[in-house]
């Protein structure tokens, strides 16, 4: 019963708009990096905390939360952040972040510290949406909605990503020195703002996987839960 009662009780600072699947926000000016565990923030002031919930059926998404985050932040001069809180109650996710303002220098740094040649494949953020099957490489995978899949790729490795059947998207993949995290949506549908840098090689068949916003998709590898 006390869960509960502050469960109710939580600050919500930020309102998200409408969406349904996982899909990217808005390509702004300035960036929203998260901030990496491994970054240190010894001397960096906090400009303050965002505080927000996101709905997993249908409205108030997490890709318009983070939105709303990054809108928030920037008006406030911040271009990064750490997710302090997390709290999955329902179908209602609370998030609490704090922001930062790093120079050019440290949004490098943190960066470089991000896994290198890592593939991320997101299935559904609303949860009434249908479990998406994709294959990496030979293994096959069924991803529920609110749940990623991870795999390590190597430099000079060929990886295949694929959704759906024989006649789906397909993505070959090949790893690079020093390429950076690259994210993908098993969703099939277009996405917004795509800001992500890799440095790999990359070939389509029939069909596209779209890739996911790099700000956006280290948000939610914090947030969704990894298929094992």
Request: no cysteine; net charge positive.
């Amino acid at each position: 019963m006390n869960k509960i009662v502050a469960l109710l009780l939580f600050t919500l600072v930020i309102k998200s708009g409408f969406g349904q699947n996982t899909s990217s926000p808005q390509n702004y000016t300035k960036t929203f990096d998260l901030i990496s565990d491994s970054f240190d923030l010894s001397g960096k002031t906090k400009i303050g905390n965002l505080r927000g919930n996101s709905v997993d059926i249908g409205s108030f998404t997490l890709s318009h939360l983070f939105n709303s985050f990054w809108n928030n932040a920037n008006k406030q001069g911040a271009n990064s952040f750490t997710v302090d809180s997390i709290i999955h109650h329902g179908d209602t996710t609370y998030i609490e972040i704090s922001i930062y303002s790093l120079n050019e220098a440290e949004l490098k740094t943190n960066r470089d510290k991000y896994p290198r040649n890592k593939i991320y494949v997101f299935g559904n953020i609303d949860k009434r949406q249908a479990s998406k099957k994709i294959k990496i490489n030979d293994i096959k995978i069924e991803l529920k909605p609110l749940e990623y899949v991870s795999y390590q790729n190597q430099v000079a490795e060929e990886t295949i990503v694929s959704i759906g059947a024989s006649r789906g998207a397909k993505m070959w993949i090949i790893g690079k020195e020093g390429r950076q995290p690259m994210y993908l949506s098993a969703n099939g549908s277009g996405h917004n703002g795509v800001s992500y840098a890799h440095t790999g090689t990359m070939s389509f068949n029939r069909g596209r996987i779209p890739p996911v916003d790099f700000n956006f998709g280290a948000f939610l590898v914090k947030v969704l839960l990894e298929k094992q």
